[in-house]
């Protein structure tokens, strides 16, 4: 496998400034690694750190951009339509699966 | 015989928001291959079983402007036997690191919880997973 990990440095230099979220890599809650790589890095990350903000929708299509949700309804469409119609070009659109802890899920 | 495969992507496994559970899902942009403006971004779960990817037409449809009839009809079966019927037609996936892929995609024509990227997407890539650090590894050569 070529993914590389740096060794962490000495500090000899000020440190840089904080780079922006949105180049930040996004992280799994659970195993910790960095998926760095994608259209949606900072949702992705925002949505694994804080799956508290997405419960109220469950049933729902939810749009996310950056680190919120800007549009949800239970047709997608409609979600679509009101997201852009709040400036989102190209959405980022999820559908939020009720749990039932009974449930086992496959593909299809 | 030992066969070795470098992989140049690691990409840990999303989390679903309500039970915890980590799944491999992959996000992409989704197109048509004649109107790139037009575009969603989804996230589709990497299922080894499906033949073919199936994408949810409620969430792509309507935003890529496609006349869903228009495409070939068929049926999805499951485990279960038949599931539901889809349409095809030509979509083009985009991942930033991955590159793009014409498929020719199965488009639900009922809501689906799920979009499913099957082995017709596997075709251009290699995938491994490893379960238990909840990651898998992609290297983008067929």
Redesign the interface.
């Known amino acids: 496998m070529q993914v590389q990990m740096k060794a962490k440095a000495k500090k000899l230099a000020p440190r840089p400034r904080k780079k922006p979220a949105a180049s930040k890599p996004a992280k799994s809650g659970r195993n910790g690694l960095s998926s760095p790589y994608g259209y949606r890095t900072v949702e992705m990350e925002w949505m694994n750190k804080h799956p508290e903000k997405l419960r109220p929708y469950a049933g729902e299509y939810v749009v996310v951009e950056g680190t919120r949700v800007v549009a949800h309804s239970p047709d997608a469409a409609e979600a679509i339509r009101t997201a852009k119609q709040r400036g989102v070009v190209i959405p980022f659109i999820l559908f939020l699966e009720k749990p039932d802890p009974n449930v086992i899920r496959i593909g299809l | 015989m030992a066969t070795t495969v ?15 559970e ?2 491999p899902g ?2 992409v ?1 989704v197109s048509r291959p004649d109107d790139a403006g037009n ?5 589709a ?1 990497l ?1 080894t ?2 033949v073919r990817s ?1 994408f ?1 037409g ?2 792509i ?3 890529l402007g496609i006349d869903l009839m228009a495409g070939r009809e068929i049926s ?1 079966g ?2 279960i036997g038949f ?1 539901l019927t889809a349409r095809i037609h030509r979509l083009e996936l985009s ?4 590159g793009s892929f014409t498929l020719d995609a199965a488009i639900s024509t009922v ?4 979009n ?1 990227l099957g082995r017709d997407f596997f075709q251009h890539l290699q995938i491994g997973f490893r379960e238990f ?3 898998f ?1 992609i290297t983008a050569a067929p």
């Open positions: 470098t992989y140049t992507r690691s990409f840990s496994y999303s989390i679903d928001s309500f039970s915890g980590p799944f992959l996000e942009r575009a969603v971004d989804l996230i779960h299922d079983g499906a199936v949810d409620s969430r449809v309507s935003a999805i499951s485990i599931a991942h930033p690191d991955l809501p689906i919880r799920r499913l650090h909840h990651t590894l």
